[in-house]
Every structure is written in C-alpha cells, then in structure tokens.
C-alpha cells in the first residue's frame, strides 16, 4: 500500500513549499519522482490529459468511498430501486479503474516521454478497461452458463488478461509479469517434456484457460482483488488524507522532540517516526523518502556513515508494514484466507511487530555507543530525574486518557442506548474543537532543513498540541475495529469521513480561533479543500499498482487452484526436507526472498501463501506438529516484506542511498543485517504461538511480551557484538543462546524430558475421552504403498477439539481415519472424504491390500513435564556472566581514559 507521498515527501503540515534541497543533494523533485515512478506513476502530463488522469482518479475514491458507506443500502431502502453493487460488479469497475490509470500515468520505458500520453497509451487504457468491465456488463449470463464460454468471452478474457500482464510490467516492472506468464505456460503446457516430470500435468485448454483465469472468481477477480476493493483501497485512502492533512510532519517532529537528544538520536526519532507513519502506510518506499530525507542527514551529522543512515531508515521504514492495524495490503488478505476477523488478525501480529521496534530501537542505540556519537542539543536543560518525571506523568496521562475514552464511551452507551452515537458525536466534535484551540495556540509546524548550521530540537509539549486532532480518525478506526467489531472496510470509511472533516476545517477553524480576518478564513478553506482533492486523487494513483499487483498475482491462485500444483509442491518441499519442518520453514523463507528481489510485498505474499502456507501447515501436520494456519501465513508476510531491502533490487534500499548518498548494494546489505530481528522471530512464533497471542489471556500475554522483549534486545546485543563493551566471540555465542533460551525454553526441556508418550493403540477411546478440551494426539499409521507395495510410516498430528462424552465421535470428527479395535491390533479404514487431512496425506497408502491392513502402531499424548521457564536460570546466569565480565572491561576502560586524560591535563599545566 502507499501512503500518499507523492504530495510531500517530508510529509507538511503547512502546505508550504520544502526546501529546494535535502539531506542528499537530491532537490525535492528527484525524490517525488523516486517516490511517484515507483508508487502513483512517473507521468506528469499537463492539460487535458492531466485533467484526465486526476478525474478518474477523483472518481476512483467517490466510488470506492459510495460503495463503502451506508449510503446505497439507504438509497435502494428509501427508492425501491437497486443502487448496490454485487461483489462481481465491484471488483470488475475497481480493475477498470486501475488499469486506465496504469496506462496514463506510468509510461511504457524509462525513456519515454513523461509530460504527454502517446496515442497507443490512449487506445491501451480504454481496452484495458473495456475488459475489465465486461465482466460487470456481462455477469448474469455468465453466471448461467458457468465453464461454458462463447467466443465472445474468451476474445474479452484474452484481451484482458494481455492488458492486465503489461500494466503489471509498466506499475511494477517486469518480475510479477514474468511470474505471471509461467503459470500460465504452466497451465497451458503442463504436459510437455520439458516440464519437470515430477511437475506435470495434462495441459488445460485455452477455454478452460480463460474460464478460470478471467471469467470466474476462481482467478484474476478472486479473493485479492475482492480484498483490494473492498478493504484496501480505503486505508491506503486514509493514509494519504492523513497525510495531507499534515500528520507525516507531526510524527517525525514528535519523534525528534521525544529521542532526538538523545545518543544517536536522530536514528531513534527515525525508528518511532517509522513506526508511528507505518500506522498509516503500507508503502516502504514513501515511508523512507517520507522520514528519510530528515533523518538520514542528521543521522550521519552525528556519526553514522551514509549507508549506516540509510540502513536504519529502511529497517525501521519496512518493518511499518508490520505494524497494525494497517499493515499493508496482507492484513487484510489474511482475513480471507485464513478465515479469522480483522481483529484477531491485529491482535496476532501486535507483539511480533512492537518486540521488532523496541529490538531496533536498542540496536541502533549499541551503534551509538560503540561510535561514541554525538548528541543534539537538548532544546530545554533539565535534570535527568526531572525528565524521567515528565515522561512518566506523560505516558500515565495518555493511559489514564484512554481509559477516560473507552469507560466514557461505554458509560454514554449503557446510560442512553438509543441516542448514544449522537451524543458521543457531539462530545467527540466539542474534543476536537479544544484539541484545534490548543493547536491554534503554536505556530504551524514546518518543514526543517536538516543540512541548517544549528538544528534546534522542537520541544515535546509544544509539538504535541499541534497535531492531537490527527490522533482522531486513528482512534476512531482502532475503536470501530477492536471495539464495535464493524468490518475493516466500514471502519475505515467513518476514519476516512473524519478525516475529510477535519481537512475542510482544521484550517478555517484555526484562523478562526487566530483572530485572523474573514478573507483569509476563506483563504484557509479554499486551501483544506484543495489538500482534500489532493489527497483523493493522491490515494487512488497510489492503489494503481497494488491493484494491478492484486490481480496478477490472481493468476497464480488460478494456476493453483486449476492444476493442483499446491499438492505438488508440498511432495517436493517434503522430498527436499525429508519432512524436517525447520528446512521446510527455511526453504520457504527462500522463496520469499527470491520472488522478493523482484515482486511487491502484497503480490509476494499471494504468491507465497498460496504455494507454500498451507503447505507450512501440513507438512507440520503429517510430521507431528500442529501450525496454526496465521502463524504460517505470518511467517510468509514476514519474509515478504524482506523484499524492499533484500540486494541487489531492494527498492527501499535504493530510495534510502539515493538520500545518504551511500552505496545502495552496501545500504541493502546492512538493512537486511538490522532486519535480522525480524528474520528471527517467524521461526520463533511458528514453534511457540504465545508470541501470537494464540490462547494466552491479558496476563499472560504480559509476562510474554517482558520476556520476549528482553530476549530481543539480547539478540540485538550478540549481533551487533558489542553489549557494555565489544564483544567477545564466546560472549556472542552465550548472547545468542541466552536469547533462544528465552524464546524457546520448551526445546531444551523436551531433550531432558520428551514431550509425548506413548499409550496402547488398543486404548485409543478411551484416552480420546479423557483428554481435556483442544488437546492433541499424534497418530503413528503403518501400512502399504500403492506404488510398490513396501510398508511405510506417517506420524500424523490432530487437535481433538471440544471434549464430548462420545469419544469414539470426537476421534472421528477430528481425525476421518475410521479405526477398528481388533484383539492385538488396531485397523485404520480409508478416510471417509478423500479432500480430508488424513485423506491428501495417506493417498498413497493401500487400504485395500488383505495381507497389509494400515494399522495403527502407537498413540501418544502430551507428556506432563516440568515448567519450561526453569531453564530461565541458566539463561540469566550466562547472562549476568556475560555482564559482569563485560563490566569489568567498562570499568577498566573508563579508569585509563580517566587516567589518560589526567596526565594530558598535568601536560598542559606543566606547558603552561
């Protein structure tokens, strides 16, 4: 997703014009157009055509903002006419939309003419559109004739399908196209002898093709461009308006007002003004040119090397995508693969995504101090007691605010049911008219030069009453998802329409508090009006290429669907891996980053989570361990978003030299080193979900985020190597296992005592009835294959689900594996649905075979075992070995510069 950065890439509040240059020499216009060619397109035509572009884009965001809101629903209620559009519809005008734009605003070459739209581009984007909406125009007969087009459809689905791989090409360059044209190929000879013998298949018609491709939901217009249209294109709307409205530069100036004086500063203020703007955005490479073209010079003024400042600017950018409740395009993705509510998939990724920063944040910190950095002038002197004070009193403010919000709103709620939301409407106006009078009592935020002689730190408290009406539509998104449990989509429409809101008032109503004249009151409005326009436009360019990106990766998910490849590759990545989940874990990441050097994270994460999550999960199955389906998916996405940093083709890598004036291959190599938390921590949480939050209450996800985020920092520590002085060799590796043993204590404990144990196969029953709720049991399954007859031996995994008082129906519910109690033996019947888990995974297994019966070897149950946090203490005496070996060093240092610096002072005495 983008965020809208194409209108300012230091993000103003004002409105006014930037500096004419930027940290890197860059001037403003080279780094828009870094921003523009890679997120809204390069093209900026004047005249007509500009006039074109920008209202088909304004028209993109009414219709996405009309089909959003209530306002249909109440039409066709008052008129008895049908103003609603079905699903089919919507996904059909949104592809419309994005692919004429794709044709007008990003040009065919890097060569071509970026002021004028040629002729074909004209004739390209009218095409292009025409066959999107084919399937708006024509659904209903489709629909009647299901796998069975005309000629008529199958010339509109290959048009369509040619159309949409070159839009992809020009908004995203030609990896996804690439990709896009193999699966194809795939399809369409699947049965040559050139093809993998292990992969083939028997070929799909061109008919079938297109059915699947373009004319049924099964492809191009399935589940991504469902999600796109419906959920994504409002928060990359909100971005961008938030933007506009001048939240960008209100973040970055209360990052610095916050961190900035402090040791390496100016990299921390770059982590949290990252953390706070990837709240908002989904765009790596806004998100670095946003905050870097602050950041990164000031940055290297305190000592870090250009492409040391570029790296931490893009660590902390791409890990914004992370970060909920936004997340780019992939959160919402999820929410229809996964088949879990928006929430749930927030509250799974927070404390990865939190642990991540606050890891960051004290990496950057050891760079600091093992380059004795520099420090910016604190912009008011004040003892350090004092300070901690004022923060404290800060963050119980903003605690006690909350809850002050959250039990008011549910007081108004409970005490007057039927009037509450206009009551809570008017409080929330006469809010945000104090929060504007506060705002109005401090000038306007500007945009800094970071490359002036003397930079003064804004002061915190002055900072933050400027822009508290931005934390508005942000709380009311967060309250209508958490609290309400309305859909994301509607969720983001009301955040949207604040925002509308408060970007044609914020400024009249400021002057207006001002004392400033009635001209230029109006003056003001004009202005508000002007950024809202702007924003609208903004937001639908920068949806442009993750709808194309969307659709393509469409034709992967039909490829798939169509060929059965997903069970392919599960044959191969388990025959790679010997059915060892860890290399199945590693051999995926792999992919991830592979396609990443050259896919988008949203076209990446379809791609991936397609082919290899259920397979993550399966694999996992059939080897004895159960995955949760999120953990897996969040396990792709993580390395998906590796694909903005990952050399040599990392976007935000290149956006972030192209400000310090580094090496982009070396600033690539050194973002991926500081993204190594983020590296870590998918197989940390596919093996220990409480990172997840999966089954874990309030206090218990406390006591997880303390110990997680303690073992981060530690990991930060060893692969810096450098703690409270440099470092050791040996010290690193203790780092490094004290860091695993906070994460995943359960290993260690399952060498000294083993997880399971194994019961009777002939008391299957009744274990099944004496386990609890949710428990599982492992199966181990011997019997012949259908190949060549030998006997073979599958270890499976199931989750028993509610307990029941008829164990027998529990089993079966939850393993479809019939089993037989014989006198000596237990004989395993062939599942009942061959779709079922136990039925994919014992396909080859001959259930027929009179002399061979499939039979059941061994049942186990999870062992009872010892507390897994005892291995907490040797964890934290290898620590405090480590600190106090490493102190000792510190104290002997700091004694010879003392000593050092004696014997220079006597020097100079003596001299004088």
Not at 175 to 185: D, E
Not at 292 to 304: A, N, Q, S
Request: some cysteine; overall charge negative.
């Amino acid at each position: 997703m983008s965020n809208g950065a194409q209108g300012q890439a230091a993000g103003g509040a004002t409105g006014q014009d930037q500096p004419a240059q930027v940290g890197s020499g860059l001037n403003d216009k080279d780094l828009q157009d870094l921003v523009a060619s890679n997120d809204s397109g390069a093209r900026a035509p004047q005249g007509f055509t500009a006039y074109v572009i920008a209202g088909v884009a304004l028209a993109w965001s009414l219709f996405q903002l009309y089909i959003a809101s209530p306002l249909p629903f109440t039409l066709s209620t008052w008129t008895g006419v049908q103003f609603t559009l079905n699903s089919a519809e919507i996904r059909s005008i949104h592809l419309a939309f994005a692919l004429f734009l794709a044709f007008l605003a990003y040009p065919a070459f890097a060569s071509s003419d970026r002021d004028r739209v040629p002729l074909i581009d004209w004739i390209l984007a009218i095409v292009a559109a025409g066959a999107a909406l084919y399937i708006y125009f024509n659904y209903r007969e489709l629909s009647r004739r299901p796998g069975l087009p005309i000629t008529q459809d199958l010339v509109a689905a290959g048009i369509g399908l040619l159309v949409l791989l070159e839009a992809t090409r020009r908004a995203l360059g030609p990896p996804l196209m690439i990709v896009g044209i193999v699966f194809m190929t795939y399809v369409f000879f699947g049965s040559s002898s050139w093809i993998p013998e292990l992969i083939q298949w028997r070929g799909a018609s061109f008919q079938r093709a297109m059915d699947q491709f373009w004319l049924s939901p099964g492809g191009v217009f399935g589940v991504g461009l469902g999600v796109s249209s419906a959920f994504v294109f409002l928060f990359v709307l909100f971005g961008s308006l938030l933007e506009k409205a001048g939240a960008g530069n209100y973040f970055i100036k209360l990052a610095f007002a916050l961190l900035g004086h402090l040791r390496g500063g100016p990299a921390k203020a770059a982590v949290l003004a990252s953390m706070m703007t990837g709240v908002i955005s989904g765009s790596s490479i806004a998100n670095v040119v946003t905050t870097g073209t602050f950041t990164i010079p000031l940055m290297k003024r305190v000592g870090f090397t250009s492409e040391k400042a570029g790296s931490v600017e893009v660590a902390s950018s791409v890990n914004g995508q992370i970060m909920p409740p936004v997340m780019g395009a992939a959160a919402f993705l999820m929410v229809e693969y996964v088949g879990i509510p928006y929430t749930d998939v927030i509250r799974h990724a927070f404390l990865p995504a939190v642990i991540s920063y606050i890891a960051l944040l004290y990496l950057v910190h050891l760079e600091a101090v093992k380059a004795d950095m520099q420090t910016l002038p604190k912009p008011v002197i004040r003892s350090f007691q004092v300070a901690l004070l004022r923060m404290g009193i800060v963050v119980s403010s903003i605690v006690i605010l909350a809850g002050v919000v959250y039990f008011g709103i549910r007081f108004v709620q409970t005490a007057i049911p039927g009037i509450s939301a206009p009551v809570v409407l008017v409080l929330m106006a006469f809010a945000y008219l104090a929060m504007l009078w506060l705002a109005a009592t401090k000038p306007d935020l500007e945009i800094d030069d970071p490359n002036a002689p003397v930079v003064r730190l804004p002061i915190a408290s002055e900072v933050a009453v400027t822009g508290l009406h931005y934390i508005l539509p942000i709380v009311v998104l967060v309250w209508f998802i958490m609290i309400e449990q309305l859909s994301p989509g509607l969720s983001a429409f009301y955040a949207v329409a604040i925002l509308i809101l408060i970007l044609l008032t914020q400024r009249p109503i400021k002057a207006l508090f001002r004392g400033l004249h009635s001209g230029e009151i109006s003056a003001q409005a004009r202005v508000g009006f002007d950024e809202l326009v702007q924003g609208l436009i903004g937001g639908a360019r920068n949806m442009i290429g993750i709808a194309c990106a969307v659709a393509a990766a469409g034709i992967v998910v039909g490829t798939v669907t169509l060929t059965g490849l997903g069970q392919v590759m599960g044959e191969v990545v388990e025959t790679l891996s010997g059915g060892n989940i860890f290399l199945i874990l590693v051999f995926t990441a792999l992919i991830s980053l592979i396609l990443g050097m050259g896919l988008p994270t949203t076209a990446n994460y379809i791609v991936v989570a397609t082919l290899m999550a259920p397979i993550i999960v399966e694999l996992g199955q059939a080897n004895g361990i159960l995955i949760p389906l999120i953990a897996a998916h969040l396990f792709v996405f993580y390395f998906g978003i590796m694909a903005d940093v990952t050399p040599p083709v990392g976007l935000a890598s290149f956006a972030a030299a192209a400000v310090s004036r580094g090496d982009p291959l070396k600033t690539g190599f050194t973002a991926f080193f500081y993204s190594l938390r983020t590296v870590l921590l998918p197989f940390i949480f596919v093996f220990n979900t409480d990172l997840l939050l999966i089954g874990v209450d309030w206090i218990g996800g406390i006591w997880i985020f303390i110990k997680a985020t303690l073992a981060m920092l530690v990991f930060a520590a060893a692969t810096q190597g450098f703690f409270l002085v440099k470092s050791r060799l040996w010290e690193t590796a203790a780092l490094l296992l004290v860091t695993f043993l906070l994460l995943r204590p359960g290993f260690f404990m399952d060498q000294v005592v083993p997880p399971w144990q194994e019961v009777e196969p002939a008391q299957l029953y009744e274990v099944v009835g004496d386990l609890p709720d949710d428990a599982v049991i492992r199966l181990r399954v011997e019997g012949p294959s259908f190949r060549d007859g030998s006997m073979q031996e599958q270890l499976l995994a199931f989750d028993l689900g509610p307990a029941i008082d008829d164990p027998q129906m529990r089993y079966r519910q939850a393993t479809d594996l019939p089993a037989m109690i014989e006198e000596d033996r237990v004989v395993l019947e062939e599942p009942f649905d061959p779709r079922s888990f136990a039925g994919r995974t014992l396909e080859n297994v001959d259930f027929y075979d009179p002399d061979n019966p499939v039979v059941l070897t061994a049942v186990e149950t999870a062992a009872d075992q010892p507390m897994d946090e005892w291995f907490y203490i040797p964890a934290i005496g290898l620590f405090g070995l480590v600190y106090l070996l490493q102190n000792r060093r510190l104290k002997r240092k700091e004694a010879a510069r003392k000593a050092h610096a004696t014997q220079a002072d006597a020097g100079e005495a003596a001299t004088a």
